[in-house]
């Protein structure tokens, strides 16, 4: 059993429940004799590098339980690939500090930077275990069943919707909504989950799992006004075109080479564009608002199994490490949906590292503008219930 001190540290984009598994993981080291200290690093990798820690053995536990509870990351965040260099900085702050364990929360980019880190201890002979703590809104993580992080953000995105589409019935027009996701639809599809009856919005759903043909969506969109007076569409920031060009996007990279998709406007007002030009001279209201970073971070909208699961990887990947079974991430298997229930499971951080997985077909409906109703029962039990609308 490696003796030491544990760093933990936060990556890629924030979430609602990211601290609950900080909070996991911190209470969960404290009752392991194992870990003679726990650091936590502000902005993650970039925070190791300077040595800029936090010591987390000194918070009360109620500190700790308020941290919990609140969205976004609370040690930081941070978007670096780190190179031989940069490893090697890290390395030596773990040595200075008698780090043994280093306990990464983050997406796939976040695993792979851990799978980095693990292959250099290995080759430097250095004893050490490396634990990916999966977190993402995006769903895209491979092997598990969910991430955490998903649930909460896809409960605003329904939440949101559901607004909107009382504010569109209202107001009749065409309203265009762009969501997260790059080359994963998971947060977009969410969306199907503020119908509660015939005719509700979202009426178009548009994923980037399918190729987006500019003009069979102003034939759609024309439809369903022609069949409801009115339109709703929910559309991935990140849909291209049969050459597999973004509709939209800013063409700002960063470290791990993703486009910059969600920190603007510009498909919102593209796809609008369109819209008019499909209804020109006939006075349709034509609208578009673009999520963006909201749903990621919004109090109050937590789902509960997120939060519940967002700590029980936090407090698993922990005890994995001290048990000596080694490196690898936290994966989630769903045994039942009917109730709901779930387990944990360790990956190897190959599996999760880089990678990432996509909304799978029969999740798709044959038209690629909408999804089928096994997709409403994979996500419906992770979401929770939705307040009911009402109609005169």
């Not at 969600?262 to 001279?281: E, I, N, R």
């Given at each position: 059993m490696l003796k030491g001190k544990m760093v933990i540290g936060q990556s890629g984009g924030p979430t609602a429940v990211i601290n609950q598994s900080l909070v996991g993981a911190v209470l969960a080291a404290r009752k392991e004799e194992a870990i003679t200290g726990i650091l936590g690093a502000r902005h993650g990798i970039a925070g190791i590098m300077k040595e800029?820690?936090?010591?987390?053995?000194?918070?009360?536990v109620e500190q700790l339980e308020t941290v919990a509870q609140t969205p976004a990351a609370a040690l930081g965040s941070v978007r670096l690939k780190p190179g031989r260099a940069e490893c090697e900085r890290v390395?030596?702050?773990?040595?200075?500090?008698?780090?043994?364990?280093?306990?990464?929360?983050?997406?796939?980019d976040s695993a792979e930077t851990a799978h980095i880190i693990s292959e250099m201890a290995k080759e430097a002979n250095y004893d050490f275990c490396t634990v990916h703590i999966p977190k993402t809104i995006d769903n895209d993580l491979r092997v598990t069943d969910h991430c955490p992080g998903f649930a909460s953000a896809a409960r605003f995105v329904a939440l949101a919707?559901?607004?909107?589409d009382r504010d569109s019935n209202a107001l009749p027009g065409v309203k265009i909504n762009v969501v997260m996701g790059?080359?994963?639809?998971?947060?977009?599809?969410?969306?199907?989950?503020?119908?509660?009856?015939?005719?509700?919005?979202?009426?178009?759903i548009y994923l980037p799992e399918r190729v987006f043909d500019v003009e069979q969506f102003k034939v759609d969109v024309r439809r369903v006004v022609g069949e409801f007076g009115r339109c709703v569409v929910a559309v991935s920031e990140?849909?291209?075109?049969?050459?597999?060009?973004?509709?939209?996007?800013?063409?700002?990279?960063?470290?791990?080479?993703?486009?910059?998709?969600?920190?603007?406007?510009?498909?919102?007002?593209?796809?609008?564009?369109?819209?008019?030009?499909?209804?020109?001279?006939?006075?349709?209201?034509?609208?578009?608002?673009?999520?963006?970073y909201l749903q990621r971070s919004f109090p109050t909208i937590v789902s509960p199994i997120d939060a519940k699961e967002a700590r029980e990887v936090g407090t698993f990947g922990v005890k994995h490490a001290v048990s000596g079974a080694g490196n690898g991430s936290v994966a989630i298997r769903r045994v039942s949906s009917v109730p709901y229930a779930s387990e944990y499971f360790m990956t190897e951080l190959a599996n999760v590292a880089k990678e990432t997985t996509h909304v799978a077909d029969e999740y798709i409906n044959a038209e690629g503008n909408d999804v089928t109703s096994a997709w409403l029962d994979y996500i419906r039990p992770l979401v929770g219930d939705l307040p009911e609308i009402g109609r005169l």
């Open positions: 800029d820690f936090v010591d987390l053995t000194t918070q009360s390395f030596e702050a773990f040595k200075k500090n008698d780090v043994r364990y280093f306990f990464y929360i983050g997406g796939n919707f559901m607004g909107d790059r080359h994963a639809g998971f947060l977009t599809a969410a969306a199907a989950l503020a119908r509660q009856a015939e005719g509700d919005g979202p009426h178009l990140g849909v291209s075109d049969a050459d597999g060009n973004p509709i939209a996007s800013s063409g700002e990279r960063d470290s791990h080479g993703n486009v910059q998709l969600s920190g603007t406007g510009a498909l919102g007002d593209c796809l609008s564009a369109h819209v008019k030009d499909a209804f020109k001279g006939e006075g349709v209201r034509v609208r578009a608002d673009t999520f963006g």
